[in-house]
């Protein structure tokens, strides 16, 4: 084996790689497409009949392609830095670092659509009297 030929496997390494990234976050970009379409059609004829679960859908569409982005590039990043490709690695981290900052909002809702807050506690219903007699009662 030649020395140019060893010192190309790291780079078709991160050709392949960069490859794999772009077309699985392409693929996540068309599924969730394909969810907002879905329901803009539901809106459009059932009147809202399924739009929690397509919401749900969409939700977790959102945060799988927020960890494809963000670790693809945050992956490609080590691989080029494990192979002392340093600036290519700056760049991948870079873009790791603003897909992040990108999608930190919509992974916060997608977050919240997913796990809703609790309900809240119901105040008491019961009439208690207080000091001084005077219970303060609604209705009497």
Sequence with gaps: MT?????ARPRYALVLLTALWVV????LLWWLF???MEGWADH???GDARAAEIGRRSARALLLLAVVAA??????ALVAFGCRYRRTALVYAFLAVVITAALTPAVA??????RPPAAPVPAPTTCQEHSGGDSRCPGG
């Design 109 to 114: 809702d997608a977050a919240r659509t997913l």
């Design 3 to 7: 020395p140019s030929t060893s010192a």
């Design 71 to 76: 670790g693809g590039a945050a992956g490609i």
């Design 44 to 46: 459009h004829s059932n």
């Design 34 to 36: 394909t969810i907002g």
């Design 24 to 27: 699985a976050c392409l693929a």
